[in-house]
């Protein structure tokens, strides 16, 4: 079945540590996205790309990278630099206009 | 100010009751507007486009008010299945008319319906 899949679902990190959260779509869908949700809080986004080599900035991108060198593949690296990475992090794909069809999600949390 | 604010909620409403959520925008560039529905713990859904003649869907109603910037969603006769998180999303496309940009979300509004 067509889907966004992400890993893992949950994750633990110590603090100082890079951690790198995987995203696959195959749904053949050219943009992507990466956002963040705090509890109690909306998603914010963090970065979204069009096509390969291609990503902006969102609204939260300190401390966080991307690439996009597959079209089926969108991974998130949570740096040490990121203060407060604990969070659910959300990958999505673009399905239509103002459609974005989301994985099913990965808890990051730091000790 | 924030780009995008919904009523911070929560609702608690008994189920049959009509309820009403609101959402404002700070861009008036903005082009096309969105309910999502987010379960606990679940990923964020599409619940319905917002257009600008005002849409239905069911029990749901979506309306925009380009001139005040706010878009708000109307639920009629609830059930207990409608308590969830309503996020409404705001859009702006990339110059050239694509239709993909970024898409910015509101902190969301919780529903609880109770028997």
């Given amino acids: ?111 | 100010r924030k780009e995008v604010e919904q009523d911070p909620g929560p609702f608690n409403v008994p189920e049959g009751a009509t309820v009403a959520f609101n959402c404002t925008y700070s861009n008036s560039a903005s082009q096309s507007f969105f309910w999502y529905r987010q379960d606990c713990r679940k990923e964020p859904k599409l619940l319905m486009s917002v257009y600008s003649s005002g849409n239905e869907d069911g029990r749901f109603t979506a309306q925009l008010n380009r001139a005040s910037q706010y878009i708000s969603l109307l639920i009629r006769d609830s059930k207990l299945s409608d308590s969830a998180t309503y996020l409404c999303v705001v859009t702006s496309w990339r110059a050239g008319g694509t239709s993909y940009g970024k898409l910015t979300f509101g902190q969301g509004t919780i529903l609880t319906v109770h028997p």
């Avoid at chain 1, 679902?9 to 705090?38: I, P």
């Avoid at chain 1, 963090?46 to 080599?53: A, G, K, L, M, T």
């Fill in chain 1, 1 to 111: 079945d067509g889907g966004i899949t992400q890993s893992p679902k949950y994750l633990f990190r110590k603090e100082g540590q890079n951690v790198t959260l995987s995203c696959e779509q195959n749904l053949n869908h050219d943009a992507m996205y990466w956002y963040r949700q705090d509890p109690g809080q909306g998603l914010r986004l963090i970065y979204y790309s069009q096509i390969v080599n291609d990503f902006q900035k969102g609204d939260i991108a300190e401390g966080y990278s991307v690439s996009r060198e597959k079209k089926e593949s969108f991974p998130l690296t949570v740096t040490s630099a990121q203060k407060n990475p604990t969070a659910f992090y959300l990958c999505a794909s673009l399905a239509g206009p103002g459609e974005l069809f989301f994985g099913e999600g990965s808890r990051l949390t730091v000790l």
